[in-house]
């Protein structure tokens, strides 16, 4: 059960969504997964690497965003992915933001933050895990990245960057803007009751990628904490990448 009060402002017609997008995969396939692994998968779709200069985010990313130029209205952003290797299991770092933040106060997040002018993503994300959590960018080796997304709360075009380190970081929490550090392995992400999707509605916006105009929330409750939003988007790409499924937005 997450212990840390949030605010996730859900419309009151939201309902219960499908089951994980992996609740039917082979219970060994989802025992393990190495930073081997996440190295293969990066590989096999066609991730591995620093991201592109100007990528694109996906089409129906766009689409969400209703008249709003992904490229000129939204505020480039990029966040670090980072992990390392106990136990042969890859874990990944997240952090919970400082609740004196005016924005997203209490989420849990990947590290990251504002491309500034002259950045690439990759820069950036390791400057603002530096700033954050005293991540040292040369402790950091830079092995791939995920498609953008684009979120409307915000209105911020994120790029995720993935770094691999060579084993468990110390690492301090920058309190002005990071409340706690913790990590997860990503087979803890699949285990039993952490996963659950949400369906909203939003009248005003519906998402022209559904048939009943509803979107998906995707939820892990681990660690006492609640992740959701963006950083829960991620994990879901990085899982369904890892497992080699599938999923759509539509109920």
């Known amino acids: 059960m997450a212990t840390y009060p949030q605010i996730i402002p859900r419309p009151e ?12 995969t082979d219970p060994l396939k989802k025992a393990t997964i190495s930073l081997a692994d996440v ?57 919970r933001r400082s ?15 504002r491309i500034d002018p002259g950045e690439t993503a990759e820069d950036a994300a390791l400057r603002e895990s530096f700033e954050e ?19 409307l709360a915000s209105t911020s075009f ?12 110390s690492l301090r929490a920058a ?10 392995a990503l087979v ?19 998402s022209p990628q559904t048939s009943d105009g509803s979107f998906p929330l995707w939820f892990f409750e681990i660690s006492n904490e609640m992740i959701w939003g963006a950083t829960g988007r991620l994990l879901v790409d990085l899982l369904c990448a890892a497992l080699d499924v599938s999923f759509s937005n539509e109920p």
Do not use: C, M, Y
Not at 56 to 83: C, N, Q, W
Not at 133 to 151: D, F, K, N, R
């Open 99 to 113: 609740r004196s933040l005016r924005k997203h106060r209490g989420e849990v997040s990947f590290p990251g933050g």
């Open 13 to 24: 017609n939201w309902q219960p969504g499908r089951s994980a997008p992996w609740a039917s």
């Open 158 to 169: 994120i790029q995720p960057v993935i770094g691999v380190l060579k084993e468990r970081p």
């Open 188 to 206: 803890e992400l699949l285990a039993e009751g952490v996963f659950h999707e949400e369906r909203w509605i939003r009248p005003e916006r519906p």
């Open 175 to 184: 309190p002005d803007e990071v409340e706690r550090v913790f990590d997860v």
């Open 133 to 151: 959590i005293g991540l040292a960018p040369s402790s950091v080796e830079i092995i791939g990245h995920l498609h953008p997304i684009v979120t």
């Open 39 to 95: 190295r293969a998968v990066l590989e096999k779709n066609g991730l591995a690497g620093p991201p592109k200069e100007n990528p694109s985010p996906r089409d129906e990313e766009v689409e969400l965003l209703d008249g709003i130029d992904a490229k000129g209205e939204l505020r480039a952003s990029a966040v670090l992915i980072a992990f390392f290797e106990e136990e042969g299991n890859a874990r990944v770092i997240l952090t």
